[in-house]
């Protein structure tokens, strides 16, 4: 038999054997791949902090104090030392303007809501239930409706008061166990920022090393095909991540002074949810503006009409964002047709949730120009022009 045809045989079989182990051992699998994640989470977390800062600190390195290949060791010691710390200094002072201004009145916002909401639900529960009784006198009197009908009006009824009481007793707590929950991480914080700082400083030579091991096991032909996936993808990520938080931070100053203009209540937390939740593409501002609105509306119940008022502001600010302000910050910079951002954002969030909604488009992006360049090469070596 041929040695060639014997060791596909043998890596089938071996494939084959593996993939029935995990099968049925799956349970095991899955917590083993849930504790090794678990533990990588402070690494994976300052290789994306590291990823973050890459952009302050190429330019203070490289813009700010001009480092050349020219310059000495020592001074380029210097210079990258001088731009990391710089780096972090930017981002320090920017979360001690955002925890100074922003937080106090984020934490007054959630108490005053948190305070405000049960007593709103219980008045506009209180006022249906006049408002049924009322129909309930008065239908019997005007036309002759069917018993059923209003036991049905009935059964809705109680199903969206099961519904916001649920709301009032599982998801509010859950959302201020999970801000508790924040403050637990402190160590993975620390060591996240530990390890940014390693990734930053040291990104050429882990790099370096890096392309020596690739060169060093695998095919030359292969090792630069696996560099140019991977520097499309550095593309790819930094200018949907740039351009997403640019667009998303000037959305929320923009709704935040407006809010303000017309004297809305919540404007600092209704800002911070809008301009959070704009990160994600498309779906995004609907996430932002249903919540949004639930809080403007709950501050005072017997005006609906603000509520409505302020879902017009938001859709005339959105409006100027999409035509205005997008094209200019982010541009068309992930190369993806709106169709295939859709479909990234679904897979995403099936699959690792919220942060899969915001990797998956850039992610998408690269597979998409893989494709598309794949295809008009075949094209090209076929001599085939489409029509």
């Known amino acids: 038999m041929d040695i060639k045809k014997i060791k596909e045989s043998v890596v089938i079989v071996t494939y084959a054997i593996i993939l029935y182990l995990v ?100 008045i506009i529960l209180a006022k249906t239930e006049v408002f049924i009784l009322n129909i309930e006198k008065l239908l019997p009197k005007t036309m002759d409706v069917d018993e059923n009908v209003i036991n049905e009006l009935e059964k809705i009824w109680m199903d969206i008061v099961n519904f916001l009481t649920n709301i009032l007793t599982t998801v509010i707590p859950a959302i201020l166990n999970g801000i508790a929950g924040i403050t637990s991480s402190i160590t993975n914080m620390i060591f996240a920022f530990i390890f940014s700082i390693y990734f930053l400083s040291g990104k050429e030579k882990l790099c370096f090393q890096l392309r020596k091991i690739l060169y060093a096991f695998l095919p030359t032909p292969v090792v630069e095909r696996v560099l140019y996936i991977a520097e499309i993808t550095n593309y790819s990520f930094t200018k949907f991540i740039n351009g997403q938080v640019a667009e998303a931070f000037i959305l929320g100053i923009l709704c935040f002074v407006g809010m303000l203009i017309f004297q809305m209540p919540y404007a600092v937390l209704v800002s911070v949810i809008i301009g959070t939740t704009n990160i994600i593409p498309i779906f995004g501002p609907i996430f932002g503006t249903i919540p949004a609105t639930f809080i403007v509306l709950m501050d005072n119940p017997q005006e609906p009409m603000i509520a409505l008022w302020f879902v017009i502001f938001i859709l005339v600010v959105q409006r100027i964002d999409g035509d205005i302000i997008y094209p200019r910050v982010v541009g068309d910079s992930i190369g993806l047709p709106g169709v295939f951002v859709m479909l990234a954002i679904i897979v995403g969030s099936g699959l690792f949730g919220l942060p899969g909604m915001i990797i998956g488009v850039p992610l998408s992006a690269v597979i998409y120009r893989l494709i598309r360049e794949g295809t008009y090469k075949r094209l090209v070596e076929k001599k085939i022009t489409p029509q």
């Open 23 to 122: 099968l049925t051992n799956l349970e095991l699998v899955q917590g083993t791949f849930s504790t090794v994640i678990a533990l990588l989470t402070p690494i994976t977390s300052g290789f994306v902090v590291a990823y973050i800062l890459k952009g302050p600190y190429n330019f203070f390195r490289d813009d700010f104090f001009k480092l050349s290949i020219n310059d000495k060791p020592i001074i380029k010691n210097i210079k990258s030392g001088s731009a990391l710390i710089l780096a972090y200094a930017l981002v320090i002072f920017i979360l001690s303007i955002l925890t100074i201004l922003v937080v106090p009145q984020l934490w007054e916002s959630i108490q005053k809501l948190a305070t405000t909401v049960p007593h709103q639900v219980e």
